[in-house]
Every structure is written in structure tokens, then in C-alpha cells.
């Protein structure tokens, strides 16, 4: 989802010299084969937003998938980036890197002054590395590797499986159902209290593309060596009822909701403070409504294919 939108976005901008392996003629798992790859096609410029994603319930079912691969996808991509003098790579993240209970909104320096929230833990471990690993190298070669932590993302290209999936699309898909068959309710995780905030792909990857367009002394002058990051995010959120009645309103769901909250809530709010990339020149731009609008018209769309 989100590489085919940073895709979109540099193709938009005129970008045309892309390498795009699939996951068939590249396993990011396997070390050798990356190196190989960047040798062999030597990219001056590396998105790094391939990862092992899922929702709140993949997270707690799949924890060592989640930390294995994206720690391993990280490492080689990133040693492989430096053996091969690429100019410049950016790294994804996400807003989970941040401890389960955080003063809000959070700011890039409350990285590492608490505990992670322990539905997602080793998937935020495996993303705080990842930056780790970009400084590190930065400190070490010299290297300017960058770093984009996300909050939570929908839109386009999103995954739909009912339980492995994030709330957005299993709330969507799971209405759109109910309404084809005419049931009454729909069952909600949790309480319905947790607030998430919420960011379109395509506004994720055009601040991708900010950010990595950014003059290396800016990037380096607004970040610190060993605080590089950049949160990427709206900067407002709501609850996730609020989100169901919205996605309910648009996929034409009159029905009951139901709460189970035999569900974890995982933590109850993560909204980022934005003022960083604000400052840097970059703010969000899809409204939320427009972008579930847009995502459901995706889902139609796929449907039908
Ligand atoms: P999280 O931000 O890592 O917790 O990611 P999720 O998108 O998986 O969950 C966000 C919130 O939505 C959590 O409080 C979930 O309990 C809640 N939620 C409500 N219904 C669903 C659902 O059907 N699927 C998912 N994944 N979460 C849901």
C-alpha cells in the first residue's frame, strides 16, 4: 500500500528511472539476494516501506514474524544501501514506536522514555532498530539515512482480511457485508474509547518524498544525530466509535454496533505532534471523510475486478 503510493507520487513529480522488484524477484529476507540486487542495480535513492504490517490482532497472534522480518528486512536493505554508497535512503516507521502511555500529543524526544504498548511491542522494537540502524550508520559513515514514523494509515492498496487487517478496512468490509446481507449489527473491538489518529496514503507519501527532497543540512539541522526522526501524521484523532459511525455512514450501514470488548483496546490514544515536518513545510491535506470515501470507492473497485 504504501510503496505503490510513494510510486504514484514520484511518478506525479516526473520521477521515471524507478526500480521496483517484486516480492517474487526479491526476497528482502534474504541477505544475499539483496546485496546482490543493490549491486547489480545500484539505486542512488531507497524507499525502504517494505515491512511486515498488520493490525492490532496480527500483532498479538504473529509477534515473532512481526519483529524476525522487519528486523531482517532492515538490517539488509540498510548494510546493503551503505556497501553500495547509496546517496540517500528513508526509513518508515510508525507512531507505536512511542510508549504505551505518552503525554499527548507526542513529540519525536518521547522515543525511549517508557514502556511500548504490549499488543505491538516487538513490531515497535523492530521499527525503533530500524532508526537505530540509520543513525548508527549516519554516525559511523557518514551516511544520510533518514527516518518518517507514520500514525496509523489507510487508503488504497490497504489489506481487508477481517482479522489480520487494521480497524479502517475490517470496519469497512465488515458493513459493507452486513448491508449486502441486511443484518442488523455489527461487532466493534473493544470499547470504543481508544482515539487513533489517522493519515491517507497518497498525504504519507507525498511527505515521503518532502522529507527525502529535503536539503541534507535542513533534514540535519531540524533532526539531531541521535534523534532523527520525523512524525508524519494529522495531527488530530478521534475515537474509534466516532470512526465507526463515520465508516457506517458512508458505506450505508444503518445498523446497531457492538461492542466486544472481550477485544484488546491496545493503547487508548497515540496522536503525533506533527510540528516538526509542520515546520519543515509539509502538512497533511486529505480530510478523513474524503479519504475513507475515496478508500471505499478502492474497495468497490476491487470488488468488481
Ligand atoms: P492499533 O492502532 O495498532 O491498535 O491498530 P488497529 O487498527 O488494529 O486497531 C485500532 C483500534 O481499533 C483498537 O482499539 C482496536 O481494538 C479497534 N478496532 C475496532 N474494531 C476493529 C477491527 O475490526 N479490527 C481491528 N484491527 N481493530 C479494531
Same mark, same amino acid.
Given at each position: 500500500m504504501v510503496g505503490s503510493a510513494i510510486v504514484r507520487r514520484l511518478q506525479a513529480l516526473g520521477f521515471y528511472n524507478l526500480a521496483l522488484p517484486r516480492r517474487e524477484e526479491l526476497d528482502l529476507l534474504d541477505q544475499k539476494k539483496v546485496g546482490k540486487y543493490f549491486t547489480e542495480n545500484r539505486p542512488e535513492y531507497v524507499f525502504l516501506a517494505a515491512a511486515k504490517v498488520g493490525g492490532i490482532h496480527a500483532n498479538n497472534t504473529f509477534p515473532a514474524a512481526f519483529i524476525y522480518e522487519n528486523l531482517v528486512i532492515e538490517t539488509n536493505v540498510v548494510h546493503a544501501a551503505h556497501e553500495t554508497a547509496v546517496k540517500q535512503l528513508l526509513f518508515l516507521g510508525s507512531?507505536?514506536?512511542?510508549?504505551?502511555?505518552?503525554?499527548?500529543?507526542? =513529540?519525536?524526544?518521547?522515543?525511549?522514555t517508557g514502556t511500548l504498548e504490549p499488543t505491538n511491542e516487538p513490531y515497535a522494537i523492530a521499527k525503533i532498530a530500524g532508526i537505530k540502524l540509520c543513525e548508527s550508520y549516519n554516525r559511523q559513515y557518514g551516511t544520510d539515512y533518514r527516518s518518517v514514523m507514520p500514525t496509523n494509515l489507510y487508503g488504497r492498496g490497504d489489506n481487508f482480511h477481517?482479522?489480520?487487517?487494521?480497524v479502517i478496512p475490517a470496519l469497512m468490509r465488515r458493513m459493507h457485508e452486513a448491508r449486502q446481507r441486511g443484518a442488523e449489527e455489527v461487532v466493534v473491538w473493544g470499547s470504543g474509547q481508544p482515539k487513533r489518529e489517522f493519515l491517507y496514503v497518497d498525504d504519507l507519501a507525498e511527505a515521503c518524498v518532502h522529507v527525502m527532497e529535503l536539503e541534507p543540512a535542513v533534514y540535519r539541522h531540524s533532526t =539531531?544525530?541521535?534523534?532523527s526522526h520525523i512524525n508524519v501524521g494529522t495531527g488530530e484523532d478521534l475515537s474509534i466509535r466516532a470512526l465507526a459511525e463515520m465508516i457506517g455512514d458512508i458505506v450505508g450501514f444503518e445498523g446497531k454496533l457492538v461492542f466486544d470488548t472481550s477485544r484488546p483496546d491496545g493503547t487508548m490514544r497515540k496522536l503525533l505532534d506533527v510540528s516538526r515536518l509542520d515546520s519543515l513545510g509539509w502538512r497533511a491535506s486529505t480530510s478523513l471523510e474524503e479519504g475513507l470515501r475515496e478508500t471505499y470507492r478502492w474497495y468497490l473497485a476491487a470488488q468488481v475486478a
Open positions: 507512531s507505536c514506536i512511542y510508549p504505551g502511555v505518552a503525554e499527548q500529543p507526542m =513529540r519525536e524526544e518521547a522515543l525511549l477481517p482479522e489480520n487487517a487494521h =539531531r544525530s541521535m534523534l
